[in-house]
C-alpha cells in the first residue's frame, strides 16, 4: 500500500481535512487533502520543528518518549505524530473534530506507515 493511501484512510477515518508525511529533513513524502483548499504542505511546513522542540523539551526528563502532540487553535486542530527513523505525520483537523481520535487513527497509521517502510 502506498503511503498517499495510508494517509487518505487515515484523513477519511479521523474525519479530517488531510495529512501529510514529513521526513527528518522537513521535506515531503506524502501527503493528501480532501480539497484543493487545504494545503497540507504549509500545513506540515514547520510541525518537525515543533515536535523537535518538544521531543528535546520531554528528554530532560528520564524516560520520556513524545509520540503524539495535539495543538488546537480557535480556528484548527492538528495531530503530531512521530514515525521511526525521524519522519513525522501530521493531520489537519477542523475545530470541531476530536483530536483524540485523530491521535488513534495516527497510531494505527503509523503502524501501516512503519510497516510499509520496512
Known amino acids: ?3 498517499g493511501r495510508i494517509l487518505e484512510d487515515l484523513s477519511m477515518s479521523a474525519g479530517a481535512n488531510g495529512a501529510i508525511l514529513i521526513d527528518w529533513d522537513g521535506e515531503i513524502v506524502a501527503t ?3 480539497s484543493d483548499q487545504v494545503d497540507m504542505q504549509l500545513i506540515g511546513a514547520h ?10 523539551a520531554a528528554s530532560r526528563h528520564d524516560r520520556l518518549d513524545v509520540r503524539h502532540l495535539a495543538i488546537t487553535t480557535e480556528k484548527a ?3 503530531i505524530s512521530t514515525v521511526k527513523e525521524g519522519y513525522c505525520l501530521v493531520v489537519a483537523l477542523g ?7 485523530a491521535i488513534l487513527e495516527s497510531k494505527r497509521a503509523v503502524e501501516r506507515i512503519e510497516e510499509e517502510m520496512g
Open 1 to 3: 500500500m502506498t503511503f
Open 32 to 34: 493528501w487533502a480532501a
Open 47 to 56: 510541525h518537525e520543528i515543533i515536535l523537535d522542540i518538544v521531543k528535546e
Open 77 to 79: 486542530r492538528l495531530a
Open 95 to 101: 475545530s470541531e473534530r476530536p483530536v483524540g481520535k
